[in-house]
């Protein structure tokens, strides 16, 4: 289960922001593709990027409806 951390002000400071932080709590990497199961119930929100890198595919999301959640391949290959 994973669930993004929320941006917090200590991160930010002097109009910079900690680029690690900020990718935390939208890029998610794993060794597999994401699922439908992979929505807003669990963290996931429209605009966020999964990264497989035991292949190097990238996907996005597109739609975190709960349980229905859609990712776009960023290759343009497969939707899931």
Not at 36 to 62: H, K, L, P, Q
Not at 63 to 71: I, K, L, Q
């Amino acid at each position: 289960k994973y669930i993004p951390r929320q941006i917090q002000s200590v991160d930010v400071a002097d109009n910079a922001v900690d680029h690690t932080a900020v990718a935390e709590s939208f890029i998610h990497l794993a060794t597999v593709a994401p699922t439908t199961a992979a929505d807003e119930g669990i963290g996931y929100a429209v605009g966020c990027i999964w990264v497989d890198y035991s292949n190097g595919e990238t996907y996005a999301c597109t739609n975190s409806t709960d349980e229905s959640a859609e990712w776009i391949a960023q290759d343009g290959s497969s939707d899931i």
